[in-house]
């Protein structure tokens, strides 16, 4: 495929909007990046889950993006934690709405609410991509039959799938 060419009006549009938080007076980087590790660090949230606390934390994800146009950096040092918060805030989303779709346990992935594993019903991967300022959420089946390893239970294995 042919590399994608910026024009100087768009390489300008990046550098301004990278350089944005230097010129702002609003939310410290810093309190953003908190926040975000107030939303993932708890181990009621991220190791042993259930809907209700992930749906809090996730809440506490979406209260960090929205502040996220008003991010302040006071310098480089600062700029760079405030393009973290923006990473550290798309990855916690990403984890938690996932999370929140996958309705079993598997492997360190231990939900309260769901805790057995369910091959019949989750043997696949969980995906997503963004859908304007949301975020679509879907599965995809694992292709288990080119794998070594096979599930023990032949309703594992998705219909399409089987010989």
Request: aromatic share 8%; proline share 7%.
């Amino acid at each position: 495929p042919a590399a994608a060419v910026a024009d100087a009006a768009q390489a300008e549009a990046l550098v301004r909007e990278t350089l944005a938080p230097l010129g702002r007076d609003g939310v410290p980087a810093m309190d953003l990046v908190r926040g975000i590790q107030d939303a993932v660090n708890p181990v009621g949230y991220s190791i042993y889950k259930s809907e209700e606390r992930m749906t809090e934390a996730l809440g506490l994800v979406e209260d960090v993006k929205e502040r996220l146009p008003q991010v302040k950096a006071a310098d480089p040092h600062y700029l760079v934690a405030a393009h973290d918060a923006r990473n550290m805030a798309l990855s916690a989303e990403l984890f938690y709405r996932t999370a929140l779709a996958r309705k079993e346990s598997r492997g360190w992935f231990i939900r309260e609410d769901y805790p057995e594993r369910d091959d019949a019903d989750w043997l696949k991967w969980v995906c997503a991509e963004p859908e304007g300022d949301d975020m679509r959420i879907w599965t995809e089946d694992v292709p288990v039959v080119g794998y070594s390893f096979q599930p023990t239970d032949e309703s594992a294995v998705p219909t399409a799938e089987r010989s």
